[in-house]
């Protein structure tokens, strides 16, 4: 069955500073892939998502993600964080043999001043 | 709308008590979900419906949850003799297609005492 593991549950940094968030994924095919973006009492937004092609996604906010087939990653990057991305962020796995989108567990951001 | 709609956005409930949640999805959007999110426990997939084909009902977590969609739009869920582990926020979301990107909304926030 896929799975999809966030190792980071909490990552605090510093406004201008860059960040990487990670995302690992168990299937043996190519998977689509999400990164997906909830602040706090509101639903889910997609940030951007992995299909197929160049491995290297862009997404809405500035940020971006890169598809790693050898480490079976999928982490989301920023190079430059903003107060306002101060919220959680989800990785999540869908493949062609199952209807459902699995959702890892979340990586909240904190951003200092 | 021009979005996902969930009502009630808070319902607190005794222990013991049916409860009813409500899903408009977006207008021509196939598929919906139902998602359960539990403090630091991620998003845990419940139900998929998609158009007229039998519902994924794999992520149910007891007989005492069901949902329905009625005339492939609105789709309620139910939860009878409500414990207090099910206390949650519940997210619907509904997409185009199996690989379209999901549009959440922004959940009930579920409360059993």
């Known amino acids: 069955a896929q799975s999809v593991t966030q190792p980071d549950i909490h990552i605090t940094v510093s406004e201008g500073a860059s960040l990487e968030l990670r995302c690992n994924y168990s299937?043996?095919?190519?998977?689509?892939l999400f990164w997906y973006v909830q602040s706090p009492g509101q639903g889910l937004q997609l940030l951007l998502k992995y299909f197929s092609g160049d491995t290297l996604v862009q997404g809405i906010k500035g940020f971006e993600a890169e598809f790693k087939r050898s480490q079976s990653s999928f982490n989301l990057r920023k190079p430059s964080v903003h107060w306002s991305d101060a919220a959680e962020y989800f990785c999540a796995v869908l493949t062609g043999t199952a209807s459902k989108l699995t959702f890892g567990t979340g990586t909240r951001l904190q951003v200092t001043l | 709308g021009a979005g996902v709609s969930q009502s009630p956005s808070n319902k607190v409930t005794e222990k013991g008590k049916d409860v009813e949640l409500r899903c408009d999805p977006i207008s021509g959007h196939t598929a919906l979900y139902w998602y359960r999110q539990s403090l630091g426990q991620g998003l845990e997939f419940l139900i998929y419906?998609?158009?007229?084909?039998?519902?994924?009902k794999s992520g149910l977590p007891s007989d005492r949850f069901s949902a329905e969609r009625t005339g492939g739009s609105v789709s309620t869920l139910t939860i009878q003799r409500t414990q207090q582990e099910d206390s949650a926020v519940y997210l619907c979301?509904?997409?185009?297609?199996?690989?379209?990107?999901?549009?959440f909304g922004n959940g009930t926030r579920l409360t059993v005492t």
């Open positions: 419906f998609q158009g007229n084909s039998a519902p994924d």
């Open positions: 979301a509904s997409s185009l297609a199996l690989e379209s990107p999901l549009h």
């Open positions: 299937y043996g095919a190519t998977p689509y």
